[in-house]
């Protein structure tokens, strides 16, 4: 399941729209973006979100260049 993302900085889970979660793992793709699964701390439901270089979570995958 793909995170919310609010004002292109703030990561929510898609869910419960907590803010509340933790990175259990990351994987650097060969353009750069960090995808990152994550795990709410509210409703315990796993999902992934994607960062820029600069560490900026991207909508989608496909808007990085």
Known sequence: ???T???EEVVICP???GHDF??????V???GIVENH???NVCCEEFTYAE???GRPLR???KAG
């Open 1 to 3: 399941m793909r995170a």
């Open 5 to 7: 993302i609010i004002n």
């Open 15 to 17: 869910c419960c729209k």
């Open 22 to 27: 933790e990175i259990q793992r990351r994987f």
């Open 29 to 31: 793709l060969d353009s």
């Open 38 to 40: 994550a795990r709410c």
């Open 52 to 54: 820029d270089r600069l």
């Open 60 to 62: 989608d995958k496909k």
